[in-house]
């Protein structure tokens, strides 16, 4: 009886101590759908990011892999949707900030920003993603488009962290999908699913180089090279008599 007490003692110290730092990979894949006739056949193509994790701090990355699964497009002009940033996503959830150095335009950039605090509604849905039992918890973003957001946590792997900048459950978050619906019917949104948890010792990193600038701030480039780019597809697929 007591070697059987022991056994168990030391199996829980084990799991314990193999908590202080894991790996995980994560596919990610955007959706997009719309009942609005389009030119384009709307191509999704999976991404492999990489999570490395420990009690306070996090760090996230692309991981650029080649998928010769992926669907080819038809005959006729495509639009293809990708989930794709080659810097680095450092979180410190102690802190409740986050710290990215991103490329725009040949120039890379250092931004930093309080983590978003979600109001998780955690439920007593479960299920089972690479051999760990998960809760489900959901919430709403506080942006103009009130993303909806559902996400599935470990109880037993104590991080309060996942991917991208999610944060905040009690358990690491192993699967996410987000939802944005239109008042037209349409909806788009990006899926997280861990597929690979391993135990690893490596140094988070913090992203240092870059120009600083605000989160608000490089928002704006971005929109604003977004309009662009929409005005010259505009003038250049309108027909004129």
Not at 103 to 125: A, G
Not at 212 to 221: A, G, L, N, P, R
Not at 224 to 240: A, F, H
């Amino acid at each position: 009886m007591r070697k059987i007490i022991l056994g168990v003692f030391l199996m829980s110290f084990n799991f314990a101590i193999a908590q202080n730092q894991l790996k995980v990979e994560y596919e990610v894949l955007p959706y997009y759908e719309s009942n609005e006739k389009s030119p384009f056949e709307v191509i999704a193509l999976s991404s492999i990011y990489e999570l490395i994790v420990d009690q306070e701090e996090s760090q996230y990355n692309f991981i650029e892999k080649i998928d010769n699964t992926q669907k080819e497009p038809s005959q006729g002009m495509s639009a293809t949707l990708q989930v794709r940033s080659t810097g680095t996503l450092y979180k410190n959830t102690k802190n409740g900030t986050w710290t990215e150095d991103k490329k725009f335009e040949n120039k890379t950039y250092l931004i930093s920003d309080s983590l978003k605090v979600l109001d998780w509604k955690i439920t007593k849905e479960r299920k089972n993603i690479a051999g760990f039992d998960l809760l489900k918890a959901t919430a709403t973003m506080d942006d103009k488009n009130k993303t909806q957001v559902t996400a599935w946590y470990a109880p037993k792997l104590n991080f309060k962290n996942g991917p991208d900048k999610f944060w905040g459950l009690p358990g690491l978050i192993l699967e996410v999908e987000t939802e944005i619906k239109y008042e037209d019917g349409g909806r788009e949104g990006n899926k997280y699913v861990a597929t690979k948890v391993e135990v690893v010792q490596s140094k988070i990193k913090i992203p240092t180089k870059g120009e600083k600038i605000s989160q608000k701030d490089f928002k704006e480039m971005q929109e604003n090279q977004y309009k662009k780019m929409m005005e010259i597809y505009k003038d250049s697929g309108v027909d004129k008599d």
